[in-house]
């Protein structure tokens, strides 16, 4: 049966489980009473929010698999379907492909939201290039230009007039529990180990080599320290290698990608994010919402800073990393409430339905 909500189309997300599917899933989560989504992507998704109710995926093949049918089954949905919806909703971490934005354009697609979810460009040279040669020809495209930090808009929309909308979550949903500190740790063997944790994707952004290159010098301070990456990514084999070779490989954990995050971090002592750059960095919000003292990279927004319990330091030198990893705990730990409610999903995604009704809400009070 056919849903009387008005229709979103949602493009640019990725089709892995990473930060970005993650924010975009829980706005479309929160919004779902009042709007039905349909997501275009090659593949399904672990998060549940994209099929859940009145929500669909539109399945259109990727460019690297079949380019011919990937732009003809596009031309296709916007110009036989873009009537359908109110708005469209592109969510990037480079320019690399904009077609769905220039469809929606042609479409006229009255709402049209260009999304930036990064600091920089992910990825190699050419998608660098193409996003700083593409970015005025974007905003351009785009009625509505938003942001996940002031240093991800200014590099995005560089000269134009955009919004923050904050990564936000349900905060409530973080909170330490004592049961799952218990029931994780047994999971995993950390019983009765200083545990360091860190969540997100295993590659170079993320830096994560850097943590186990401090391993050895944490471990002369705590003898009982483990090194717990929840993630999957293309630096796994590079990690538990050098790992390996520095004799500390059981001192690490990889989870692998994990649905309960929440109760994973609960289990850590101390969280550890040692970003080259982020858009914002989501992992270090919901750490701190757990109660975590978190030691993170300063090429990291400080907007991610909600407590009084965050370190900055450079993306290097891992003895600096290990003396200030193995000075923090819980106990000292406090929470700034003005600040963390900042990324309450339930306040940001009503920002976020004013603009698919085509007004421009209160950004930034």
Known sequence: MKSNKPRVLVSGVGTRFGGTETVVSRYIGALSEKYAFDTISSRPYQQVEYSMGDNRIINIPGWKENPIEHITRLRRLFYGHGTEYCAFWHNANSYWNIETIELAAKANIPVRICHYHCSQA???????????????HVAN?????LACSQEAGEYAFPGHTFDILNNAFDVSLFSYQETNR????????????????????????????????SLPEII???????????????????????ARSLGVENHLVLTGPRMDVASLLSAFDVF???SVFEGLGMAAVEA???GLPCVISDQVPRAVAVSD???FLPPENPSLWADTLCAFDRSSFCLK?????????????????EYFKGSKPGFGD
């Open 288 to 290: 701190q919402a757990n």
């Open 309 to 311: 319990s965050v370190c």
């Open 337 to 353: 409430p003005n600040l963390i409610n900042r990324f309450d999903i339930n306040k940001e995604s009503l920002k976020l339905a």
């Open 141 to 145: 495209l785009s009625n509505v230009l």
């Open 182 to 213: 218990l029931s994780v740790r047994a999971e995993l063997g950390l019983r009765d180990s200083f545990v360091i944790g860190h969540v997100g994707r295993l590659s170079s952004v993320k830096n994560q080599i850097l943590l186990v290159r």
């Open 122 to 136: 992910l990825g190699g040279p050419a998608k660098r290039f193409s996003t700083w040669a593409l970015r005025k």
């Open 272 to 274: 550890a994010f040692p």
């Open 220 to 242: 002369k301070f705590r003898a009982n320290a483990m090194l717990v990456l929840v993630g999957e990514g293309p630096s796994k084999e590079l990690i538990m290698e050098e």
